[in-house]
């Protein structure tokens, strides 16, 4: 069963990779392999940073934490935004594009 998205960004990547964690594949889009762990996190690997590696439907979690830290500072850099966004009533824009310069690229 898929947990709520706070619960999602409330784990940490830790939590997330721990105890032999699984990962599983779910669709490709935009370039981008999209996996699920198992607390029901979604997060994309680029297709770019593949090679010639073979990827799995079902993987240790381990294995994709650089992918799952990435996509978690993503989504806790939205959040905040979001807050700011809130408390300010103008300027979505200009937030999600300050989100997405430090992170350094766009989903």
Known sequence: MMNS???????NQRDMVNNNQRV???????????????CGFEF??????IGNATFLYEDRAILFMRYIRKHLDLVNAAKKAVCEVSS?????????DRVYSQLGHRP
Do not use: C, H
């Not at 998205?5 to 784990?11: E, I, R, T």
């Not at 300010?88 to 999600?96: F, K, N, P, R, S």
């Open 44 to 49: 994309p690997v680029p297709i770019s940073d």
């Open 88 to 96: 300010q009533e103008d300027g979505t824009v200009t937030a999600l």
């Open 5 to 11: 998205l706070k619960d999602m960004v409330n784990n």
């Open 24 to 38: 599983f594949f779910r669709f490709y889009r935009d370039q981008n392999l999209w996996y699920t762990t198992e």
